[in-house]
């Protein structure tokens, strides 16, 4: 008798059908909380959203971010607020895709994105430098660095409006 049923369940699974998928031709959609490749992101500006805190570097837990800050002028403004991220590295061999780095920063300037296809052929390649990461301008809209009026962007975090 079960080798009547272990028969059945073998038929059952040749009439099936294979369940792989063709990777380079067929792609499967990633799940909604994914955590992949890392992005910059900026304003609708094109202001940079990354203010140079370091406060991912620091919630990192496997070290995999390096970040220095410089400051601001009105003459070349990358960021609002006073500092913005003059060196922004990440290496993705020392890199767990904890998103640590994604709830620690206060601007949601560092998302982590669905992009799954990483590869490198060397340890230096494995480095996403801040040009590698950082989401490209819209058209139509002026980059970074910007020249501003005095005061106009001192604020790193925009004043968040009160829900009635």
């Not at 202001?47 to 496997?62: D, F, N, R, T, W």
Request: with cysteine.
């Amino acid at each position: 008798m079960n080798m009547v049923r272990g028969f059945a369940t073998t038929l059952k699974h040749v009439i099936e059908g294979p369940v792989t998928i063709e990777y380079p031709e067929q792609e499967r959609p990633v799940r909604e909380r994914f955590k992949g490749r890392h992005a910059l992101k900026r304003y609708e500006n094109g202001l940079e959203k990354c203010i140079g805190c370091s406060l991912c570097a620091a919630a990192c837990p496997a070290d995999a971010i390096w970040v220095e800050a410089a400051e601001n002028t009105d003459e070349e403004r990358y960021s609002p607020g006073e500092r913005y991220a003059k060196t922004y590295e990440i290496n993705m061999l020392r890199c767990i895709f904890c998103g640590y780095c994604e709830d620690a920063c206060p601007t949601e300037a560092i998302v982590l994105e669905h992009e799954y296809r990483l590869s490198f052929n060397d340890r230096y390649d494995a480095i996403y430098t801040k040009d590698m990461l950082i989401d490209p301008v819209p058209p139509g809209v002026q980059g970074t660095p910007q020249v501003t009026e005095p005061g106009k962007f001192t604020r790193s975090i925009p004043d968040m409006e009160n829900p009635k």
